[in-house]
């Protein structure tokens, strides 16, 4: 068995969703690995890793305006403020999602749906540099 891991910097630009499915995929086409499983891991605690659709970008949408009704940014609900209103609100939503996914590899690709892409979730208001750690296990 295989192991091969690289970390990719995904620049954010504020509340928004990155699709980075090319970019892991690349990275499971240079390990080389033909069957296994692809581990992805997202270093930040304000910002999530999510698979999602990938062919209408109104589910983007919806999920963003849900979310903000859910843990709402309104500068008065939480104690924790000290990187600003957004700060607790996007810890709260990374809380709700996740920072890491596994996909099956098979023929050196990613076992993806038909629909579904890979994308960092940034929670908060500015561009951010988010580390991505990608994890290849497999022959």
Partial sequence: MTHYQQQIK???????FSRITS????????????????SIFLRHTSASLLIQENADPDVLVDLAN???KLV??????????AEGPDDMPAHIRTALTKTSE??????GRLL????????????RRHNHYREVVIHITGD
């Fill in 112 to 123: 993806l749906g038909t629909w579904q892409g890979i994308y960092v979730w940034e929670h």
């Fill in 72 to 81: 709402p940014e309104d500068g008065k609900s939480y104690i924790h403020s």
């Fill in 10 to 16: 995904i620049k954010t630009t504020g509340k928004s």
């Fill in 102 to 107: 596994q996909i099956p590899i098979a023929n």
């Fill in 66 to 68: 849900f979310f903000a």
């Fill in 23 to 38: 970019k892991v995929q690349a990275v499971v086409a240079e390990s080389g690995i033909k069957i296994g499983l692809c």
